[in-house]
């Protein structure tokens, strides 16, 4: 997994942030806006912390390696991406996409041009996630997680596999609900593809949907601070109550963060890297600051 960190001068914050990049894409999506302003990452390292960007397994700067990763899964389409990131049926709401919404689109374009195919077995790509994440944290301590999209799932099992070292889970926009079947898999286990470790001891993941409130709760989650972040032109924002439940009942101290509340308004499932993104990063930073007082 690579593994890029900035920091600045005097770190003036008690832990580092890692930031997980989603779906097909890759870490510079923390780097930059599509409108080439600063991105998330540079905020997150004005407001002093230490932040490590990641580009997982097979994915953007972390070469794609069968032996080591499986077979290659299909192309992300350029459809999947109009629809996740600038869905015509959200066109009036979504104002902080001031670019082009359709195949020709410089800037829809740049994004796609970015995204590589996953690993065709969606649970062993999330298990490996985990795994380089967990060794991460090994080596720089406990840090809060920030994840995007499909890198939810990273944050839920690296948690499960090293509660002491994470501190906080800061979901931007993470698959959802819990028990969804998308084009590339399925959460099988409530919000992961990959097993993860409840109360009950599963012998089949069909067993989980069926199972009673205590057999859900996942031990490592007790009282972990995880918060859900959606824009209030997404479609991901229909489904975060639902998500947010599953992690209380797991045990978690969860919360739903509501950009609208806010008073900001129009971002879509790609807000980290929208016009304003200076914006929509302040609501994470004040969530995490809470962490350390």
Do not use: C
């Not at 905020?43 to 002093?48: D, I, L, N, R, S």
């Not at 920030?146 to 890198?151: E, F, I, L, R, Y």
């Not at 963060?257 to 304003?276: M, P, R, S, T």
Request: proline content about 10%; aromatic content about 10%.
């Amino acid at each position: 997994m690579y593994v890029e960190w900035e920091a600045p001068e005097v770190v003036t914050r008690p832990f580092p942030l890692v930031l997980v990049h989603g779906g097909g894409g890759q870490g510079s999506e923390w780097l930059t806006t599509v409108d080439e302003k600063p991105g998330w990452a540079a905020h997150f390292v004005a407001a002093g912390f230490a932040t490590y960007v990641v580009d997982r397994p097979g994915l953007g700067r972390s070469p794609y390696h069968p032996d080591l990763i499986g077979p290659m899964g299909s192309v992300f389409p350029y459809e999947a991406a109009v629809g996740l990131f600038a869905p015509p049926d959200r066109t009036a709401e979504q104002t902080q996409w001031p670019f082009g919404r359709g195949s020709g689109s410089p800037e829809l374009d740049h994004l796609v041009a970015g995204f590589g195919p996953l690993p065709a077995d969606l649970a062993a790509s999330q298990q490996l996630d985990a795994a380089r994440l967990v060794s991460l944290l090994h080596r720089i301590g406990p840090s809060v997680l920030v994840t995007h999209s499909a890198g939810g799932p990273a944050g839920w099992l690296v948690t499960d596999r090293t509660p002491a070292n994470v501190v906080g889970v800061a979901a931007i926009e993470p698959m959802g609900p819990p028990f969804a079947t998308f084009p590339i898999g399925s959460l099988e286990w409530g919000l992961t593809t990959a097993p993860i470790t409840f109360a009950r001891q599963f012998e089949r993941a069909d067993e989980v949907r069926d199972a009673q409130p205590a057999d859900l709760r996942i031990p490592s989650f007790a009282d972990k601070p995880m918060a859900v972040f959606t824009g209030s032109a997404s479609p991901f924002r229909d489904w975060a109550p639902a998500t947010v439940d599953f992690l209380s009942t797991a045990g978690a101290k969860a919360t739903w963060v509501d950009l609208q509340k806010w008073g900001i308004a129009g971002n879509g499932h790609g807000l980290i890297f929208e016009k304003n993104a200076h914006e929509t990063v302040q609501p994470i930073i004040e969530w995490i600051t809470k962490l350390g007082s």
